[in-house]
């Protein structure tokens, strides 16, 4: 199975300040079609998951320009330019790519 | 507007079955792999199944294949799966999702419990 290794675990941030979480792959994400198919999704407290970012840097409708992805191959990043208090909760990377599905282990964002 | 509405959660005791439905709404439901992701209780997320947009393709996490069985009904836009032989270790909040490759459509999710 593909591991998704996630780094910080926790990250206090500091409202208006940059934050950034690493997601790292035991294998290539890369698929057959030229695709990655690494993604990123936040979950608030008491509510289901959203996804965020897609394909590694599309982001979704309705999502601030705030938060952005990138990376290739086995590393990525999700980085939030100016952090705000609806930011909090947790965040998962998850690889489409190979099967199983794998998820992160998630890094929880709070506000200092 | 996207919704996936799941139902059929419960208590059930070690080693019962359950059957969890989705009803899907908003989008074109034959046109997308479904999906299950679980939580357990202050846990992450786990993949379960996935199910092709035709029904024919299944796939399954090691830890629930030949318990759980995944099903769709592109008929009537709706999404099962049917859980036996249950686990405590199966206790969770189900998510019935949208897609696999990149699971953009999450319902709210139903809790399912395997206790005595």
């Known amino acids: 199975d593909v591991v998704m290794t996630q780094s910080p675990l926790s990250l206090p941030v500091t409202l208006g300040q940059p934050a950034s979480i690493s997601c790292r792959s035991s294998q290539s994400l890369v698929y057959s079609d030229g695709n990655t198919y690494l993604n990123w999704f936040h979950q608030r407290p008491g509510q289901s998951p959203r996804r965020l970012i897609y394909k590694v840097s599309n982001r979704d409708s309705g999502v601030p320009d705030r938060f952005s992805g990138s990376g290739s191959g086995t590393d990525f990043t999700l980085k939030i330019s100016r952090v705000e208090a609806e930011d909090v909760g947790v965040y998962y990377c998850?690889?489409?790519?190979?099967?199983?599905?794998?998820f992160g282990q998630g890094t929880k964002v709070e506000i200092k | 507007e996207v919704q996936l509405l799941e139902s059929g959660g419960g208590l059930v005791q070690p080693g019962g079955s359950l059957r969890l439905s989705c009803a899907a709404s908003g989008f074109t439901f034959n046109k997308f792999d479904m999906s299950w992701v679980r939580q357990a209780p202050g846990k992450g997320l786990e993949w379960v199944s996935t199910?092709?947009?035709?029904?024919?393709?299944?796939y399954y996490a090691d830890s629930v294949k030949g318990r759980f069985s995944i099903s769709r009904d592109n008929s009537m836009n709706t999404l099962d799966l049917q859980m036996n032989s249950l686990r405590a270790e199966d206790t969770a909040v189900y998510y019935c999702?949208?897609?696999?490759?990149?699971?953009?459509?999450w319902g709210q999710g139903t809790l399912v419990t395997a206790s005595s």
């Open positions: 999702v949208g897609g696999t490759a990149t699971m953009p459509y």
């Open positions: 998850m690889q489409g790519t190979h099967w199983p599905r794998t």
């Open positions: 199910v092709g947009e035709s029904g024919r393709s299944t």
